[in-house]
């Protein structure tokens, strides 16, 4: 929400041509739903994820298998998880909402199946 808050103020300090300043309004009206939208999928996509022995994936009280192989980057991995009724998610795990054990044993955990 800070993103959001710095462009809406910095949009409102610029100095808007006369013939543009009717755009404001509806350009912060977007910025405000964006970040409404956001900020609401972002609480969906939050709680603990569990790993067990069969490569299951726990969340939300919902047993999830990998739909495909993760996609790792050197600062995150995006996980697509698909429940037993075919609802998918995709889910980033960045590396630095993670300690460095957790993270190390995500990738080797992944890298080994």
Not at 26 to 40: F, S, W
Not at 51 to 80: M, N, S, Y
């Amino acid at each position: 929400m800070t993103l959001y808050m710095l462009v809406t103020v910095w949009l409102l300090s610029l100095e808007w041509l006369e013939g543009v300043v009717w755009g404001q309004a509806p350009l912060l009206i977007l910025m405000l739903l964006e970040c409404g939208r956001n900020e609401r999928r972002l609480r969906q996509r939050t709680g603990r994820l569990g790993l067990d022995e069969q490569g299951d994936w726990h969340w939300r009280g919902t047993r999830w298998q990998l739909a495909r192989q993760a996609d790792w980057l050197p600062f995150g991995v995006l996980l697509t998880l698909q429940n037993q009724q075919g609802k998918r998610w995709r889910l980033w795990l960045m590396m630095d909402n993670l300690p460095p054990y957790a993270w190390r044993s995500l990738r080797a955990c992944l890298f080994s199946a």
